[in-house]
Nanobody, 126 residues
Framework: QVQLVESGGGLVQAGGSLRLSCTASGRTFSSYAMGWFRQAPGKERESVATINWSGRSTYYADSVKGRFTIARDNAKNTVYLEMNSLKPEDTAVYYC???????????????????WGQGTQVTVSS
């Protein structure tokens, strides 16, 4: 198991930017597929962006392509989500998730992850 702690959420105006960070405990961070997900009130949790071991492969939901960037620093046990041109519809609780893998695979679905952080609120005002 890995412990995940998110930070960087907050209130921002539409068009603004935020950077979320997720720091993981443990010594095998580089063997975890990582992802960012979000859940708005009354909606199901959805994938936002995911990244494989090395960081060379990434996935983005269509709704965030061109605006959000996921990256990881394995030396710091941290994955980031840079969010630009934020819209009110990006308002949600954002969760970091991890899945230990024996091979380098890009996981994109919520159900594929089994370690979750507590979440951080992102609110975008119009």
């Amino acid at each position: 198991q890995v412990q995940l702690v998110e930070s960087g959420g907050g209130l921002v105006q539409a068009g603004g930017s935020l950077r979320l960070s997720c720091t993981a405990s443990g010594r095998t961070f580089s063997s975890y597929a990582m992802g960012w997900f979000r859940q708005a009130p009354g909606k199901e949790r959805e994938s936002v962006a995911t990244i494989n071991w090395s960081g060379r492969s990434t996935y983005y939901a269509d709704s965030v392509k061109g605006r959000f960037t996921i990256a990881r620093d394995n030396a710091k046990n941290t994955v980031y989500l840079e969010m630009n041109s934020l819209k009110p519809e990006d308002t949600a609780v954002y969760y970091c998730a991890a899945r230990y893998l024996f091979r380098q695979v890009l996981l994109t679905a919520v159900r594929e992850y089994d370690n979750w952080g507590q979440g951080t609120q992102v609110t975008v005002s119009s």
